[in-house]
């Protein structure tokens, strides 16, 4: 079963614009990462935030973590049309023996 | 950079056919995952290995086996393949369990007919 559920499942925006994705997950978690896959490739790892953290920044990259409302977003800022993927959340928790959950992902579509 | 290579990217297979699906890490990494890709379920964890010659059962083990004789290469084995496992696999390695950033290979698609 999916620990953690991407919102919205595609988005589509233009060159420049914001792209906002949520992730909500079910359990208590040690922490959250968040991937993006291009189209028929491997996922690639973005930003890990820890339980404990509220709030992280890695380039255009911007990660939330809310444990109360057991959700994370996930904010590219200015994009490009190279952000053009899906991007996954992955949640590890205890309760998972440490392994990761992935949820179904969210299409980005940046149009130039 | 850490590399894992996937022995295809694409492969046709008849149904009833064994079939192996090789990954190698190049980063002496102790963890190596196996995991499907199908549309709308996201990735689901088959199979995972904390060490050389161990193995643990992930949330769809069934129709799959795996083996690891050798730290950097994790092989996926489906018995005998069935229609319902075309799909793309993704392999990944990790030097920690949980927690850590996992590596992943580019994939290979697989079809069976």
């Known amino acids: 079963s999916q620990q953690g559920e991407e919102d919205p499942q595609a988005l589509s925006i233009q060159e420049g614009e914001n792209a906002t994705m949520n992730c909500s997950y079910k359990?208590?978690?040690?922490?959250l990462q968040w991937y993006r896959q291009n189209s028929g490739r491997g996922l690639v790892h973005l930003i890990l935030?820890?339980?404990?953290?509220r709030e992280k920044h890695s380039g255009r990259l911007r990660v939330t973590l809310d444990t109360s409302k057991k959700s994370s977003s996930l904010l590219i800022t200015a994009s490009r049309a190279a952000d053009t993927a899906s991007y996954f959340c992955a949640t590890d928790a205890w309760a998972a023996g440490n392994k990761l959950t992935f949820g179904g992902g969210t299409r980005v579509l940046v149009k130039p | 950079d850490v590399k894992v290579t996937q022995s295809s990217r694409y492969l046709v297979k008849r149904t009833g056919e064994k079939v192996f699906l090789e990954c190698v890490q190049d980063?002496?990494?102790?963890?190596m995952f196996w995991y499907r890709q199908d549309p709308g379920l996201g990735l689901r964890l088959i199979y995972f290995s904390y060490d050389v010659k161990m193995k643990e059962k992930g949330d769809i083990p069934e129709g799959y086996s795996v083996s690891r004789e050798k730290k950097e290469r994790f092989s996926l084995i489906l018995e005998s393949a069935s229609t319902n496992q075309t799909s793309m696999y993704l392999c990944?390695?990790?030097?920690?369990?949980?927690?850590?950033?996992?590596?992943f290979g580019p994939g290979t698609r697989l079809l069976v007919l």
């Open positions: 359990t208590s978690i040690n922490n």
């Open positions: 935030i820890r339980s404990n953290e």
């Open positions: 980063m002496d990494h102790e963890n």
């Open positions: 990944a390695s990790s030097p920690l369990v949980g927690g850590e950033t996992q590596y």
